[in-house]
């Protein structure tokens, strides 16, 4: 049986935690360094999108920092990000969400 997990951003303790998807709980979590705000999963790789700060970071699926990225000072409090291609570079996708009421 192959293993299935699901990532959750913990926004209040700063925590990537790493959840079996079957129900057995947390398996592993770390430290983002700063309030996450975003997560994008692909080919076992974790980006994060640090909304504060404006950078990505690009973590192995076991918590080790792969690549940091300082997002230009025109983006601003970007929501999420999204690796298109593993290449050893990070490419995002940001996109702001814009609410109206009436």
Known sequence: MSKCFQYVADDSSCLIRRVDAR??????????????????????R???TCRDSGRLKLFTADGKLLQLVEL?????????????APSGSVSGHIYHLLTTCL
Request: aromatic residues 2%; glycine residues 14%; negative net charge.
């Open 23 to 44: 129900g057995s709980g947390v398996v592993h979590d770390w430290t983002a360094g700063e309030k996450p705000s975003g997560l994008s999963v692909t080919d076992g």
């Open 46 to 48: 974790v980006l994060v």
């Open 72 to 84: 230009e000072v025109s983006v601003t409090r970007p929501c999420h990000a999204v690796e298109l």
